[in-house]
Nanobody, 124 residues
């Protein structure tokens, strides 16, 4: 079991950058593929990015590809999402999640553990 806590959200102008972090408890962080999902006001939660256990493979939604970078530091039990060239449509609550056994990185039903979320607001 793993507990997740996001941080680093805030208000940023369009075109700016922000990095959000997800701290994991326990000694098993490195055994979990991890992901970032986001939920904008009035919309369903959607996949943003995912990373394999040791970071060799990464996956991105088309909407963030080329602008966002997911990474992890297993020694620090921490997941990151570097967000560049932010747009107002990136405004959302960002959640980190730890993956179960399913092979599908893109579906939220594959993820067993979730953080409480951190708000990212991009002003135009």
């Amino acid at each position: 079991q793993v507990q997740l806590a996001e941080s680093g959200g805030g208000l940023v102008q369009a075109g700016g950058s922000l990095r959000v972090s997800c701290a994991a408890s326990g000694r098993t962080f490195s055994t979990y593929p991890m992901a970032w999902f986001r939920q904008a006001p009035g919309k369903e939660r959607e996949f943003a990015a995912a990373i394999s256990r040791i970071g060799l493979s990464t996956y991105y939604a088309d909407s963030v590809k080329g602008r966002f970078t997911i990474s992890r530091d297993n020694a620090k039990n921490t997941l990151y999402l570097q967000m560049n060239s932010l747009k107002p449509e990136d405004t959302a609550v960002y959640y980190c999640a730890a993956k179960g056994d399913s092979a599908n990185y893109y579906s939220e039903i594959s993820y067993d553990y979730w953080g409480q979320g951190t708000q990212v607001t991009v002003s135009s």
